[in-house]
């Protein structure tokens, strides 16, 4: 098993971590679409990957937004949420792509976060198993909780205490994610519906940021850190995306 980090994290552009011939491995900063979405006006990895790689316009599938738009994903595998940062993977041909996909759909791929967390986290590690449909109250979130619309999806998130504390007299963990399944803001939402939400989730949080200190953080404290797969070439890598300075900073104040 390889080991592959180049050991900074670029708040302006996405950082790349491991290329060859089939694969770009990135890390994504905070505030970045994955890809275009038909109504955010933000950068888009899609965007910027094909400046680097103009040969994967062609590459993917295509989507649409809600209206019908068609969405330029080219090279897009899996994604993160514009507020979360971290480890993505991007197919420069079209056979990686379809590899790739097969791969998150057989969930041979594994994925590992971190995340600062409101209150105390008591179970030192434990496993949520709480499917996941939509919100009965606001079209943007998706909901775990009792009245959730549409179909309910299973969802599997475990998860691991590394770190607990007080700033300013509040109390806040700091957390390993391990989603075992690929839902739509599954780890927001799961953290959400045992009331430990992620700090500064504006979604999924918004009752607890205004009366909070939120670590002195102004960004979502979700991070993908670890991407463990077979690569098209056949060879097994585990990829780093470096913790943000921000975020450390932030767990570094729960530990003084």
Not at 239 to 246: D, L, R, W, Y
Request: no cysteine; charged share 30%; glycine share 8%.
């Amino acid at each position: 098993m390889n080991l592959v980090n180049d050991g900074k994290e670029n708040n302006l552009e996405p950082t790349v971590i491991y290329e060859d011939d089939a694969v770009l491995v990135i890390s994504k900063p905070y505030g970045w679409l994955t890809h275009e979405d038909g109504k955010t006006e933000a950068p888009t990895v899609v965007e910027w990957f094909l400046r680097w790689q103009p040969s994967a316009a062609s590459v993917g599938e295509p989507g649409y937004s809600p209206q019908g738009t068609e969405l330029n994903r080219s090279g897009v595998v899996h994604r993160l949420d514009r507020e979360t940062s971290g480890i993505l993977i991007l197919a420069k041909t079209q056979e990686a792509h379809q590899y790739l996909k097969k791969l998150f759909k057989d969930r041979a791929v594994y994925k590992e976060y971190r995340a600062l967390v409101y209150g105390r986290m008591n179970d030192r590690w434990g496993t949520i198993n709480r499917p996941i449909g939509r919100s009965a109250k606001d079209s943007r979130r998706r909901s775990a909780e009792r009245g959730a619309k549409g179909v309910r999806r299973e969802a599997i998130t475990d998860f691991e205490r590394i770190g607990m504390g007080e700033y300013q007299d509040e109390p806040f963990s700091y957390v390993k994610l391990i989603p075992k399944t690929g839902r739509t803001h599954q780890l927001r939402v799961h953290l959400r519906a045992i009331d430990r939400p992620i700090v500064m989730d504006g979604l999924y949080a918004s009752h607890k940021i205004d009366g909070s200190n939120n670590l002195e953080l102004e960004r979502l404290a979700l991070h993908a850190h670890v991407l463990e797969l077979t690569l098209p070439s056949g060879e097994e890598q585990r990829f780093i995306a470096p913790v943000p300075p921000e975020i450390e900073q932030a767990v570094d104040r729960i530990q003084e």
